[in-house]
């Protein structure tokens, strides 16, 4: 028989980069050893290490010493884990909210918008400014994702933000981010969470809360979910997506959840039902150790207690970075180092919105700083969070990557978590070098 030569996917181009991720990787191809990794968000030590943190360390030794076996877990994942991760969020047990494990917050989103675009509406809202990897869940669970405005450049543009959840389809989903925005760093305060939620209940919007950095704005799990439990005071059957990754550290065991408020009992028991019907079709069932660990941690009360402090250590140390980078900054440049560019128009229709566009839209929103209406570098310190929106602009980004080996994303985010006392003030040289 003759070979086949015809190629079957000949006029398939390689994908665009990661924004995110491909950042990761040029960062590693770089020689340099003087380079810094400011790109994914990851928690580092001073030491620019990461850091399995000590409750979960023994919570993992405790596992492996004990009879641990390896056989599949249910669909919706581990039982005592969900209710845990439940209780962790609402801060009280509930009867009416159907909770299961998710592939950490990507895979937690998936199976979220899966569900509501087949059981409640494919219409959701996203800040326009936004975690790029949201507009590919969203596409890919064939969801109609709308952008609305979040930003005019680094402060939170509340008049626009609610007139275009005013303008919004009734019923529609609305994406939110718990805390500690990803990318900008920028949340609303307690006043403006409030207007939300009024907002929310008179325009019947299904809230979906993204929980990705839970913890990690106040370094208080319960000050950081205040929203959630807001609005569900209200009545509004909030969702949530919530990640480990971050504040436990277990960025590859893809520990997360799928929470889910109901009306009654017996609604959250067949939301329960398909939400693992789903699993079961996508990946059968979720992995087990990551969920083991932070199981563990919770069901203990010292190791519990010992995990909050970690929080209190991980997000005192990115403040303390922030104040560091902002006095090597201002002692550098001693002008104003935002940027102006032309905006371009947000398409109202996010449809034809790929993770391309999302970017430009990205990148432009965070450069459209005005003058004399921004703040200077304060807008360093009193953002919170892993994340910088920093204002750089991408042609700021890619000459800090070629001259001086800085590793961060075009659209101006840094990874605060990156910055440490021995690399904050090259940071800042090669950033007032760029300026
Ligand atoms: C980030 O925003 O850097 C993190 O959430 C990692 C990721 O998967 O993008």
Redesign the pocket.
């Given at each position: 028989m003759a070979a086949m030569t015809t190629s079957r996917f000949d006029t398939l181009q390689a994908p665009p980069k990661d924004p995110?991720?491909g950042v990761k990787e040029e960062f590693l191809a770089d020689a340099a050893t003087d380079k810094i990794n400011l790109s994914?968000?990851a928690y580092r030590t001073d030491e620019g290490q990461p850091w399995v943190l000590p409750p979960v360390a023994e919570a993992r030794k405790r596992l492996i010493e004990g009879k641990l076996e390896h056989e599949y877990l249910p669909s919706t994942g581990l039982k005592s884990y969900c209710d845990r991760v439940d209780l962790l969020l609402r801060g009280k047990t509930s009867e009416t909210s159907a909770t299961v494990q998710g592939l950490s917050?990507?895979g937690g989103l998936r199976l979220c918008f899966e569900f509501l675009r087949r059981h409640h509406s494919p219409t959701v809202y996203v800040p326009a400014v936004t975690?790029s990897?949201h507009w590919n869940v969203l596409r890919d669970a064939g969801c109609d994702a709308r952008p609305y405005t979040y930003l005019d450049g680094i402060k939170l543009d509340w008049p626009k933000l609610v007139a275009d959840l005013e303008q919004a389809e009734e019923g529609a989903i609305i994406l939110l981010h718990l805390c500690a925005h990803?990318p900008s760093g920028v949340d609303p305060s307690s006043e403006q969470w409030r207007e939300l939620c009024a907002l929310c209940q008179r325009k019947r919007f299904l809230p979906v809360f993204d929980s990705?950095y839970l913890g990690f704005a106040s370094g208080d799990v319960d000050k950081d979910a205040a929203p959630f439990r807001l609005f569900c005071e209200n009545g509004l059957q909030p969702w949530a997506c919530i990640s480990f990754s971050k504040n436990f550290g277990l960025y590859s065991e893809r520990a997360g959840a799928v929470v889910a408020s109901c009306a009654s009992a017996r609604e959250a028991s067949a939301v329960r039902g398909h939400l693992g019907k789903l699993a079961r079709a996508l990946y059968s069932n979720p992995p087990a150790f990551g969920a083991r660990v932070v199981d563990a941690v919770l069901a203990d009360a010292a190791l519990e207690a010992r995990w909050r402090e970690c929080l209190v250590v991980m997000s005192g140390r990115i403040a303390d970075m922030r104040a560091k980078l902002r006095s090597a900054l201002e002692a550098r440049t001693a002008r104003d180092w935002f940027v102006h560019c032309v905006g371009i128009k947000v398409r109202a229709s996010a449809r034809a919105i790929d993770a391309t566009v999302c970017h430009a839209i990205d990148a432009t929103v965070s450069a459209r700083w005005r003058d004399g209406r921004c703040p200077r570098r304060s807008h360093i310190t009193s953002q919170v969070g892993m994340f910088s929106y920093t204002g750089l602009n991408k042609q700021q980004v890619l000459r800090l990557r070629a001259e001086h080996h800085v590793y961060m994303l075009e659209s101006g985010r840094l990874?605060m978590a990156g910055v440490t006392s021995s690399n904050v003030e090259p940071l800042a040289a090669a950033i007032a070098a760029v300026l």
């Open positions: 995110i991720l994914v968000g917050g990507t975690w990897n990803n990705a990874s």
